[in-house]
């Protein structure tokens, strides 16, 4: 099939509410949700040091501008 035959038929306006609605289901299942936290704290911590985390695990100073 073509694509305009997909998007015409209705397939498609059908099929991308069915696949957002699994994500989320997916997203919200109990061996994901309980990682959310770490996570975020993770990608906050990248954001304020302005770097990934070094290797020992301990905290560098910020980078002074050259």
Known sequence: ???EAIIGSGALWI???V???AGLVS???PCVLPLVPGYLGF???LSR????PSP???H???RSPP
């Open 27 to 29: 997203f919200l299942s």
């Open 19 to 21: 696949a957002m609605l």
């Open 15 to 17: 099929a991308i509410p």
């Open 1 to 3: 099939m073509n694509p």
């Open 49 to 52: 040091r302005g770097g990934p």
């Open 56 to 58: 020992t695990g301990m």
């Open 60 to 62: 560098r100073p910020p």
């Open 43 to 45: 990608l906050g911590a």
